[in-house]
């Protein structure tokens, strides 16, 4: 089994912005979900986050791999898609990452990582960390991610929790909302070396489409 590969877009743009952008990312993504490979797609609107200046929307798109991303397919797409409009490019800041799913936690701890689609609920929690470490604490810095999925996968109305490595070495822990209990992110676990700008956000899902 080859591990399960995500695409993650982080988009800034201001809240009057957002209805245009919410109406061109919906046809967007329908193009997406024509390329061979991939599953799903998930944006959802920034609902709460402690950081200093966090996306105000979040895209998750869910593939077979990461290899998708380098395949004929979506280099056709590339080049049939008409990309973003002209007059909403001068209006928005993106920032793109790809990676490989590579540790999954459930309430009761560590679980095996499958190819099977992961359920979800109403809302998403990221928390991108930066790979840049101070040197020789590499292994306890992902001992210390796992710790803290770990624990906020057993938080209630929390169904699981991913954790992402990056093309660039970077991670991502992507948690999986299922109940209705509102969610404060400033008081879930962080590791140890996040820094400030490292911080959970909340996102309300507002769009899921499958192939």
Not at 128 to 142: D, I, K, N, T
Not at 184 to 196: E, K, M, N, Q, V
């Amino acid at each position: 089994m080859t591990e399960p590969g995500l695409l993650y877009l982080h988009t800034w743009l201001d809240p009057e912005v957002d209805e245009r952008f919410s109406s061109w990312c919906d046809a967007h993504h329908a193009e997406h979900l024509t390329v061979p490979g991939f599953r799903r797609v998930r944006r959802g609107k920034l609902v709460a986050s402690e950081a200093g200046d966090p996306p105000r929307f979040l895209t998750v798109y869910d593939l077979d791999d990461v290899g998708v991303l380098h395949s004929d397919g979506y280099e056709a797409y590339r080049q049939r898609s008409s990309g973003l409009p002209a007059d909403l490019a001068p209006e928005l800041r993106f920032a793109r990452s790809e990676g490989t799913e590579v540790g999954r936690f459930g309430p009761d701890g560590r679980l095996e990582v499958d190819d099977a689609l992961v359920e979800g609920g109403p809302a998403l929690l990221t928390l991108f960390l930066a790979a840049e470490r101070p040197a020789g604490q590499s292994l306890a810095v992902l001992d210390d991610i796992d710790d803290v999925a770990a624990a906020v996968a057993a938080t209630d109305g929390i169904g699981l929790v991913r954790r992402i490595s990056t093309a660039n070495g970077d991670h991502v822990l992507l948690a999986e909302v299922t109940g209705s209990r509102p969610i404060d992110p400033s008081a879930l676990p962080r590791p140890g070396a996040a820094t400030p700008d490292e911080a959970w956000g909340l996102y309300e899902l507002e769009h899921t489409a499958t192939p």
